[in-house]
């Protein structure tokens, strides 16, 4: 079994910074993509970025692109999301995802373990 916990979000202001933590424990191995998304009320659930652990590649959404950096520890058990210059419209719930190796990792349904998500508030 796979448990992600996320923790790190928060009320800021525009132009602040958070950073968002993802504790992954269990038999992590066999999932080793692992994204973000975010969801705002009213809205679908969107990728905000993606790190694959068997060669550190990572995507991002066009919209948090140069603003947002995700990253793991060396046993890459941990996964962070580093948002700079944050803006009223990243505010959302934010959650990371374990999924396999190879998959469009936009995608949420390609994702198999899902954590409880995090809220984030940026004030203007």
């Known amino acids: 079994q796979v448990r992600l916990v996320e923790s790190g979000g928060g009320l800021v202001q525009a132009g602040d910074s958070l950073r968002l933590s993802c504790a992954a424990s269990g038999r992590t191995f066999s999932t080793p993509t692992m994204g973000w998304f975010r969801q705002a009320p009213g809205k679908a659930r969107e990728f905000v970025a993606a790190m694959r652990r068997i060669n550190g590649n990572t995507y991002y959404a066009d919209s948090v692109k140069g603003r947002f950096t995700v990253s793991g520890d060396n046993a890459m058990n941990t996964i962070y999301l580093q948002m700079n210059s944050l803006k009223p419209e990243d505010t959302a719930v934010y959650y990371c995802?374990?999924?396999?190796?190879?998959?469009?990792?936009?995608?949420?349904?390609?994702?198999?373990?899902w954590g409880q998500g995090t809220q984030v508030t940026v004030s203007s």
């Open positions: 995802a374990l999924g396999p190796a190879i998959m469009p990792v936009t995608n949420s349904k390609n994702y198999d373990y």
